[in-house]
């Protein structure tokens, strides 16, 4: 019920060996699973590819969400190789650091859209090409964090964004359960990745995190692997729509 042997999936988000999106490739590759992984650039792809290919990944593409057809060449690269598809992990977002580090109130409609684009909507365009893969059903997982529920100083225009990945994440659940589909959002607890250090004072904040936390520790990308890991698996069948936090408990302190 837990295996991933015979699965097959997309991991979109890996920048490094401290990605988020790597540690789930790890769980799922141990699981069994087979996975076509994606790198955003040819700089990443320096770092993206020797990782990909330790994980035996026999599709390694490139993907900026940005850069109009590259994901849809992605998916039929897939559908040519597989025809199929199991699940899906984005873990990508971007907001322009001008807007990141103002109010929100002072965001320009610029920057929220291209961060909207990047870190929300890019999840719904990867729901629809997947979807007529996922013919005998599958799971889509997408990664937000606790400043979409709350506000948490320093993340700004980050916090509505990710609110709305989660809201889309239930409509989306809604939409393709009929399908055998599960569509889920992952919230870690703080992670020193790549994408967090554009966040200011990010060190203070993973600090209280580990203090207030009822587990006193934070998470690390494995624990976010296992847990993801698990809810592709045919042991959560019946679980979709769900924001799951993996972060030591914080998020339930006030």
Known sequence: MFSLRGKLGLVVGIANDKSIAYG???AFRNGGADLAITFLNPKSEAYVRPLAETL???IILPLDVEQPGQLETVFEAIGKQWGRLDFLVHSIAFAPKEDLHGRVT???REGFLRAMDISCHSFMRMAKLAEPL???GGCMLTMSYHGADEVVANYGMMGPVKAALQSATRYMASELGPKGIRVHAI???PLATRAASGIKDFDNLMQTAA?????HKLVDIDDVGALCAYLVSDGARSLTGGTIHVDGGFNIIS
């Open 24 to 26: 789930c490739a790890r």
């Open 56 to 58: 035996g990944a026999p």
């Open 106 to 108: 002072d965001c320009s």
């Open 134 to 136: 996922m013919h005998q």
């Open 187 to 189: 919230s870690p607890g």
């Open 211 to 215: 203090e207030r936390a009822p587990l």
